[in-house]
């Protein structure tokens, strides 16, 4: 089985990705796994900052889920896995074949979170989180195999043809 992650900064099109993705590959055995959902189910939200208007995210726990989870659909013989979340290359590298990164042009990561009325300071801070690459960054760290995919203009068929290949290659 191979599992792909994808990960990137909020609103850079991550879950948009995912189902296209899972789309197109949809001949062969493909599961999307949401990561929001998991998090719910096993109460994995620490504390709420006020502040950032944000959950802490015991993502310890959350390793440990997903390990859990890619372990099953191995033995199910899934083919590929593909797990949606901004908190998806804290996964070992072991567990990774492919991870995905989303980016998007500035102006319009700002039009994406203010259409989610996102306060300003929520705003402002994932937009610092895109210019400074932080999730880049702290995936490069841990995983070799990175494709960086920017969805500004949208997804079309030769950036999934591209993905496919990273993944299949
Ligand atoms: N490829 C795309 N083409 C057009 N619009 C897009 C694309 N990707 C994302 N968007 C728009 O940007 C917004 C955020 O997209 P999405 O929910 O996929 O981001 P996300 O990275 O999954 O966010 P979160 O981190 O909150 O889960 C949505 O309103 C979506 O319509
Ligand atoms: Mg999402």
Redesign the pocket.
């Known amino acids: 089985m191979k599992t792909i992650i994808v990960t990137?900064t909020?609103?850079?099109?991550?879950?948009?990705?995912s189902k296209k993705l899972v789309k197109y590959l949809q001949r062969l055995q493909v599961k999307l796994l949401d990561v929001?959902l998991i998090i719910n189910k096993h109460g994995l939200k620490w504390s709420y900052e006020k502040s950032r208007d944000t959950y802490i995210i015991d993502t310890k726990k959350l390793n440990k889920i997903l390990i859990d989870y890619i372990t099953k659909e191995k033995k199910a013989k899934t083919a590929y896995l593909i797990i949606?979340s901004?908190l998806s290359h804290y996964l070992p590298s072991k567990y990774v074949n492919l991870c995905i990164i989303?980016t998007c042009n500035l102006k319009k990561l700002q039009s994406?979170l203010r259409?989610r009325n996102y306060g300003l300071a929520k705003v402002r801070e994932n937009l610092d989180a895109e210019i400074f690459e932080i999730i880049y960054h702290e995936a490069k760290q841990l995983h070799s195999k990175l494709v960086k995919i920017d969805?500004t203009k949208?997804?079309n068929l030769n950036t999934l043809k591209k993905i496919k290949k990273h993944i299949t290659g």
Request: aromatic share 0%; net charge positive; hydrophobic share 10%.
């Open positions: 990137g909020p609103c850079t099109g991550k879950s948009t990705l929001n949606d901004h989303t994406r259409k969805t949208g997804i």
